[in-house]
């Protein structure tokens, strides 16, 4: 035990030479270090991951700055340059507001504050928000179902809602249809299902599509795609109401999903 340090979390003890009486005691040990063995592994990707998304828009500002400062330029050009960096600025403020909501949730610091909710008003009401995005882009949006009441937060619902439809109309093509199903999935649980059309999401990625800063395609500029904070938001205010999402993609379709308890 005394050997087991930050950089050896892989050690395990062996229980076949501890007396008997310490056996179950020398297995609860080793579980214990693997759990913290596998929390420590993911501290550290994620720790790199934030390292990595924080790099991009911090060399653009300094480039952008440099570039900048290197002759005298005219005062609108001094203007589009402000404007460039507060696009960053607001990228990184953004990016780092949601790394701190998780890690709030993370620590159960997060507490829904629950209402009565109708979840077809409130799709309704975030249609109106995103129907002029829609418009532009000659995206349908579409409603159907209804559910029982349930309880829950309106302000995180919400942004789990609003997450799911803005992924969804960022990948719909021009003249597509967004579409909202609502459902009773069971005696009790109800569903509400965000599907659009579209480049599909491959097999081997819908496991890992709630995953902090994940990415289906890599290549894909961050400018458009986000921080990839966005699916593990939506993960984290569903299990805070004791919910569930998943994913599911097939004949260039790809549905998100959330499953919400309720009470009869």
């Known amino acids: 035990m005394g050997d087991i340090q930050a950089d050896r979390l892989h050690v395990r003890l062996d229980p076949s030479i501890a007396p008997t009486e310490l056996q179950g005691?020398?297995?609860?040990?080793?579980?214990?270090?693997?759990?913290?063995?596998?929390?420590f592994a993911r501290l550290s990707h994620f720790s790199a991951d934030i390292a990595h998304e924080l790099r991009t828009p911090l060399t653009n500002l300094i480039t952008q700055t440099q570039v900048g400062l290197g002759r005298a330029r005219s005062l609108e050009e001094y203007r589009e340059l402000l404007y460039s960096n507060l696009e960053?600025?607001?990228?990184?403020?953004?990016?780092?507001?949601?790394?701190?909501?998780?890690?709030?949730?993370?620590?159960g610091l997060l507490k829904p504050v629950?209402?009565?909710?109708?979840?077809?008003?409130?799709?309704?009401?975030?249609?109106?928000?995103?129907?002029?995005?829609a418009e532009e882009r000659q995206i349908v949006l579409a409603l159907e179902g209804q559910v029982p009441t349930i309880q829950g937060d309106r302000a995180m619902?919400?942004?789990?809602?609003?997450?799911?439809?803005?992924n969804a109309i960022r990948h719909t093509p021009s003249g597509g249809r967004?579409?909202?199903?609502?459902?009773?999935?069971?005696?009790?649980?109800?569903?509400?299902s965000v599907q659009n059309p579209g480049p599909g999401i491959p097999a081997e990625h819908l496991a890992k599509i709630f995953d902090r800063f994940y990415r289906v395609d890599p290549s894909r500029t961050r400018q458009s795609e986000g921080a990839g904070l966005g699916l593990a938001i939506?993960?984290?205010?569903?299990?805070?109401?004791?919910?569930?999402?998943?994913?599911a993609s097939a004949q260039n379709k790809t549905?998100?999903?959330l499953f919400l308890p309720y009470t009869t």
């Open 178 to 192: 967004v579409q909202i199903r609502l459902a009773a999935a069971s005696n009790h649980e109800v569903s509400l």
């Open 234 to 247: 939506v993960r984290s205010i569903v299990k805070a109401h004791g919910g569930r999402v998943e994913a």
């Open 88 to 107: 960053e600025q607001e990228r990184l403020a953004k990016m780092v507001n949601d790394m701190l909501w998780l890690a709030k949730s993370d620590h």
């Open 157 to 166: 619902l919400r942004r789990a809602i609003s997450n799911l439809l803005s």
């Open 255 to 257: 549905t998100f999903t």
């Open 25 to 39: 005691l020398v297995t609860s040990f080793n579980h214990m270090i693997g759990r913290l063995e596998d929390s």
């Open 114 to 133: 629950e209402v009565t909710l109708n979840l077809a008003s409130e799709a309704s009401e975030l249609f109106d928000f995103f129907g002029a995005l």
